[in-house]
């Protein structure tokens, strides 16, 4: 395991049954996280950063299944534990925030008994204590008259407050590891800079490490350490965010920083990344993004290429950066 790494994924692969063929969302997919650092997880709607993130959770579900790899986490494959492991796991030690709270949390249930639920069964806190402690998490994620808060249910909160609810239960237990699916879908950018400010402060605080699911590179600017991009299944690049934004080497990435409107710079024209994303039960022989890059040759459509590190934390997977790679490895080292 790499010194200083939390989480090690390792050839990931997880596939999907469908009555054309196995649809491969998640191929050979490779990262860690270090203690302390948020890594993003960058790509188009599709690519496959959700089901990364419940493959490491343990949590895909028919007709999903995880068909090859490792998910290290301190030295525990969690590909191998028992079921009854991962549920001790999930919530103590990992927890995620979902996409949609508001799908997410129980609407029969109040605030009081959903995050108490969390407490009890990681035998964190009963009762009074309970409710004490559930107090002092809503007041944490900046929910006015907590107390009174806890009898509400999920429909009677705007959307930012579900979502930090959905905080709530996630830290509840002091977990190390907190993977945020899209913690800002659906909500105004005012409310977006609050919620990922509150996770910024509540990893500064606790000491979280965090993997960021998102396709808004702002908000991976501000907010991340490092981050991977993903495309069709793989993860295409891997750097520090201030190298990723600030010198694109593959072409999928280039595209999306090009994506992007500059502020006060009307003459950098936005280009949109041309063609649509392949069929992943039948995807191209070669790279997956030759249909669509504009600097694709033969050897791309002919060859998927191995991933190239430049440098000791950068890692491309494009056979334009062939020549200056210190080695080639399948294996992200992070």
């Not at 028919?62 to 999930?90: C, H, N, S, Y």
């Not at 995620?96 to 995050?115: C, G, H, K, R, Y």
């Not at 008259?145 to 509840?172: K, N, T």
């Not at 993903?230 to 520090?240: F, L, P, T």
């Amino acid at each position: 395991m790499t010194e200083g790494s939390l989480l090690k994924v390792s050839g990931l692969r997880t596939e999907f049954a469908t009555y054309r063929g196995a649809l491969v969302a998640v191929d050979g997919v490779s990262l860690a996280l270090r203690r302390g650092e948020t890594l993003a997880l960058v790509g188009e709607s599709g690519c496959g950063k959700s089901v990364t993130a419940l493959s490491v959770m343990r949590l895909v579900r028919r007709p999903g299944r995880i068909t090859a790899g490792k998910v290290m986490f301190e030295g525990q494959d969690l590909l191998r534990r028992t079921r009854r492991e991962m549920q001790r796991l999930r919530g103590s030690r990992i927890a995620m925030v979902f996409q949609d709270p508001l799908s997410t949390l129980n609407p029969a249930f109040t605030l009081e008994t959903q995050i108490s639920e969390s407490l009890r069964v990681h035998r964190v806190a009963r009762g009074r204590e309970a409710r004490e402690r559930s107090v002092e998490l809503l007041a944490a994620m900046g929910i006015p008259s907590p107390s009174e808060r806890l009898h509400s249910y999920p429909h009677e909160l705007s959307g930012g407050m579900r979502q930090r609810v959905m905080i709530a239960i996630a830290v509840s237990c002091s977990p190390d590891l907190l993977i945020a699916d899209e913690p800002t879908t659906a909500l105004d950018v005012t409310l977006q800079v609050q919620i990922m400010d509150l996770l910024a402060e509540i990893k500064r605080t606790r000491g979280l490490s965090i993997i960021l699911i998102t396709h808004d590179l702002g908000i991976v600017s501000q907010f991340s350490d490092r981050a991977a991009v993903m495309y069709a299944g793989r993860i295409v690049e891997q750097a520090s965010v201030s190298e990723l934004l600030g010198r694109p080497l593959h072409p999928y990435t280039e595209g999306l920083v090009g994506c992007i409107p500059r502020l006060g710079r009307p003459d950098v024209p936005i280009t949109p990344i041309e063609g649509t994303v392949p069929d992943l039960v039948r995807p191209p022989v070669g790279c997956r993004f030759a249909p669509r890059c504009p600097r694709a040759t033969d050897r791309c459509v002919a060859s998927e290429p191995p991933d190239y590190r430049l440098e000791s934390d950068r890692i491309v997977r494009c056979y334009l950066h062939e020549k200056s790679s210190l080695a080639s490895s399948g294996e992200e080292t992070g």
